[in-house]
């Protein structure tokens, strides 16, 4: 049986010992204009998870529009990163169809489609009693969304009751910064909140909220269906879950610096000789949160650093058995990425700060301090307060401009404007993208190494331009963010290809110069 939800979180007392420093600069608005930071855990891998990253943006307030950007993209393949804003329920999601699309009614299908990021930006974006499906999909980010009461049963129902589900052949997702929940369990007409299923592979679930269902999610829909995997769950909090947080039949699954409040019948239920390496995560209030449940069919873990702090264990007995009360580790996982981890005191602050939309896509340092990675999140319509005096954005930074001589090109550009004009050394000329957003490029032939970036605003557009992001083009990093026209700077980084990416302007901005420098 569900309890209600807790009425507290995180006060375990002194056993927390919460070594941190609250280093937390607030941001006024949740929501940010594209995909931030680069995918971690086994997302990174197999050749990594960018989504659009380096393809038009769009906005989208309804569902049904968000089904016309996949469609009118020029191909299935076509990178484009839709930016999401309101609610999104029934009455606005119609399927729409195209060549570059497979849509459907009453759900978010992302099927047969890849480079795709869908992020929530301005006031947030909530998919209500709407789920998100994603079927022989590869190369999609889902980033700062609230998917909720997503029903398999009753009036309206979507996605056989996931909030995110994930089938046939799906490859490099990324959901991160998203908050899932329902009101309810299986008889209330609800399912998993985040379901992987068919041959999927290559996911991460980071700093998102899992609450309130009966079941949490799982890996493989039967004993037999054990052709997934390769999946990382870090920085969750999963709080009044019944089960499933999550379930793993076959395959690999690493589990770090997650929070666990609340979980009523079990935990993690590694099973079908499924492999799970659990670290340094907080269970809390909570029964049987690791083992082999509801099967005769065993998996395996490898555990290190956790706490468990009133936490209860059945005892053995049939398709029972649970790891506690003194967890052991059966099995060892080799993970091929590398990652820092918040030590399990401080695993219940570190996640309550960072974890779900809306919490300006906060991470953790490492050393259990969050802080913002950027970019500016979108303040949304403000009133223009005019533009402001320029004489140099910076002072001119010490060392040869890279950018002479140098190639460019770019995602747009408006009429009378080239993409050339960014290298080429004069403030009386200048390129500007189609809208008020896009992409403009500096490349060389040879590797290059650049640690700063200039952006120089042409005469008479002087603060049109609001935030922008470098981007390493040849992986996809994003390598600083910034507000303004200015320079940023970031670790001495090789390359061929540098972006520099508009996310936000006034008006349309007009660009003079993109300068680089190696130091």
Same mark, same amino acid.
């Given at each position: ?176 910064? #998203? *908050? %899932?929940?329902? !009101?309810?369990?299986?008889?209330? /007409?609800?399912? +998993? &909140?985040?379901?992987?299923?068919? $041959?999927?592979?290559? #996911? *991460? %679930?980071?700093? !998102?909220?899992?609450?309130?269902? /009966?079941?949490? +999610? &799982?890996?493989?829909?039967?004993? $037999? ?295």
């Amino acid at each position: 049986m569900r309890r209600p939800v807790a009425r507290r979180l995180f006060a375990a007392g002194a056993a927390m010992a919460l070594a941190t420093t609250m280093g937390v600069t607030a941001l006024a608005i949740p929501g940010a204009q594209a995909a931030t930071g680069s995918a971690t855990g086994f997302a990174s891998q197999n050749g990594g998870t960018t989504g659009g990253a380096g393809g038009q943006t769009v906005r989208a307030t309804t569902g049904t529009a968000i089904h016309a950007a996949l469609c009118n993209r020029a191909s299935s393949s076509t990178p484009i990163t839709i930016q999401v804003e309101g609610t999104i329920n029934h009455g606005n999601t119609s399927k729409v169809s195209g060549p570059s699309c497979n849509t459907a009614d009453d759900v978010i299908e992302l099927k047969q489609i890849s480079n795709v990021t869908l992020v929530g930006v301005g006031n947030g974006a909530v998919f209500d009693q709407l789920g998100i499906h994603i079927r022989e999909a590869s190369n999609i980010i889902i980033q700062n969304v609230t998917v909720r009461n997503v029903k398999k049963s009753g009036s309206p129902t979507s996605n056989g009751g996931d909030a995110i589900g994930m089938e046939s052949d799906v490859r490099n997702v990324w959901v991160d910064h #998203v *908050t %899932l929940e329902a !009101s309810g369990g299986e008889s209330d /007409g609800y399912d +998993g &909140l985040f379901d992987m299923k068919n $041959n999927t592979q290559y #996911v *991460t %679930l980071s700093y !998102s909220i899992l609450r309130n269902s /009966g079941r949490g +999610g &799982l890996i493989g829909s039967s004993e $037999n269906d054990r052709s997934n995997g390769f999946v990382t769950f870090h920085h969750n909090l999963y709080e009044n879950i019944d089960s499933r947080a999550p379930l793993l039949r076959g395959g690999v699954a690493h589990i770090y610096n997650n929070h666990y409040v609340d979980l009523n019948s079990s935990g993690i239920n590694s099973r079908a000789g499924a492999r799970a390496k659990v670290e340094n995560s907080y269970f809390e209030d909570s029964k049987d949160v690791l083992g082999t449940f509801y099967t005769s069919e065993a998996g395996y873990w490898q555990v290190s650093g956790n706490i468990y702090d009133n936490v209860t264990w059945s005892s053995r007995s049939g398709d029972t058995n649970p790891a506690g009360p003194n967890p052991t580790s059966t099995t060892t996982v080799a993970i091929p990425y590398s990652y820092t981890m918040d030590a399990a005191s401080c695993v219940p602050n570190i996640v309550r700060q960072t974890a779900g939309a809306g919490t300006n896509l906060r991470v953790s340092d490492g050393s259990c301090s969050p802080q913002n990675p950027g970019p500016t999140p979108d303040p949304g319509p403000t009133p223009d307060p005019g533009p402001t005096p320029d004489p140099t954005p910076d002072p001119d930074p010490s060392g040869q401009n890279l950018s002479i001589g140098a190639g460019a090109d770019g995602s747009s550009k408006g009429g009378g404007t080239s993409y050339g004009a960014v290298v080429d050394d004069s403030m009386s000329t200048y390129w500007s993208p189609s809208g008020t957003t896009g992409r403009i490029s500096v490349k060389w032939g040879t590797d290059t190494t650049v640690s700063r970036v200039t952006v120089r605003e042409a005469t008479g557009a002087v603060g049109n331009l609001r935030a922008w992001r470098v981007v390493n083009n040849d992986t996809g990093a994003v390598l600083a963010t910034g507000t303004g026209a200015g320079s940023l700077t970031f670790p001495a980084t090789t390359l061929r290809k540098v972006d520099v990416e508009i996310t936000s302007a006034t008006g349309t901005p007009r660009v003079a110069e993109i300068e680089t420098y190696a130091g």
